[in-house]
């Protein structure tokens, strides 16, 4: 997919490629990630305890969805 991503005020084009499987129950379930750095967003990587600990710029956004498919009142009627 290519799109628009948003953080912090900051907008950028993005290409996302996704894998999904049909689970036993009927479901489907959708798995992407993505490697993102902080600053071109115009981030600030975030620190805790007074800057003893820091994060890189570099991160990785990871999701799972599960679509479950429901049978509307319309189409319960054909």
């Known amino acids: ?41 115009k981030m600030i990587p975030p620190t805790a305890m007074l800057g003893a600990i820091k994060v890189g710029e570099v991160v990785t956004v990871k999701l799972n969805i599960v679509l479950t498919p429901t049978i509307s009142s319309a189409s319960s009627k054909q």
Do not use: F, H
């Open 1 to 41: 997919a290519v799109g628009n991503l948003t953080m912090a005020g900051e907008t950028k084009p993005v290409t996302l490629e996704a894998s999904g499987k049909l689970l036993p129950n009927g479901d489907i379930q959708i798995e992407l990630s993505k490697t993102l750095n902080m600053t071109e967003y």
